[in-house]
Structure formats: structure tokens, C-alpha cells
Nanobody, 125 residues
Framework: EVQLVESGGGLVQAGGSLRLSCAASGFTFDDYAIAWFRRAPGMEREGISCITNSDGSTYYANSVKGRFTISSDNAKNTVYLQMNSLEPEDTGTYYC??????????????????WGQGTQVTVSY
């Protein structure tokens, strides 16, 4: 059974940092791309970043470029999202998702087959 479990969310002040984790199981991790999405209250789900585990290629949404870093520990089957310089606009539920093969710069949710349950990130003023 495929499982993606997010952790690391919480409440942080603007300017602070958080690191999210996405622990994967039930599939061959190296063959998949993992992405992070977020949904802010009243907003559409937004693709944040993705990493292709086979070659380490990464993409970022313009809204987080330079502040967020995605990385993968293939030995632990875990993908991380390091979030620095957080802004109140980063508040939302963060989800990780997986797709076989390569992630794309489009960061479209329809491309991804497996999803975690999400972890809440709240950035206060």
C-alpha cells in the first residue's frame, strides 16, 4: 500500500523557518518524483516544488524560489521541504504527492497519483 506521511508543520512567526518531511512507503522511491503542494484558506491548491528522485532535478514555484529548498534522502525514502523567510501568505495545508517518473516545472496536481493527508503551516504576523 502506497503511503505518504507529512510532518513538521506548525505555527511560526513571519521570518521564521520550518522543515517539512514526507515519508514514503509502498513503492520504489527512486523511480518517483515527489512534489509539495499547498492549499491556503479559500484558495486553489498550488504547486510549490518537486524533486525527481532518479536524477535529483528540482523545480520551484516563483512564489517560493530562493526561500524554500526541496531535498530527498533516498536511503530514508523521505523528501524534505526547508522553508525559510516564511511569510503569512505561506499559511496553508501542505501536501506531498508522488508520481512515477519525472516531475515537471508545471507543478500540476493532476499529474500526481498519490497524496498524503497534509500538515498545517501557520505563519503569524
Amino acid at each position: 500500500e502506497v503511503q505518504l506521511v507529512e510532518s513538521g508543520g506548525g505555527l511560526v512567526q513571519a521570518g521564521g523557518s520550518l522543515r517539512l518531511s514526507c515519508a514514503a512507503s509502498g513503492f520504489t522511491f527512486d523511480d518517483y518524483a515527489i512534489a509539495w503542494f499547498r492549499r491556503a484558506p479559500g484558495m486553489e491548491r498550488e504547486g510549490i516544488s518537486c524533486i525527481t528522485n532518479s536524477d535529483g532535478s528540482t523545480y520551484y514555484a516563483n512564489s517560493v524560489k530562493g526561500r524554500f529548498t526541496i531535498s530527498s534522502d533516498n536511503a530514508k525514502n523521505t523528501v524534505y521541504l526547508q522553508m525559510n523567510s516564511l511569510e503569512p501568505e505561506d499559511t496553508g495545508t501542505y501536501y506531498c504527492a508522488a508520481v512515477l517518473g519525472y516531475g515537471s516545472s508545471l507543478l500540476l496536481s493532476d499529474e500526481y497519483d498519490y497524496w498524503g493527508q497534509g500538515t498545517q503551516v501557520t505563519v503569524s504576523y
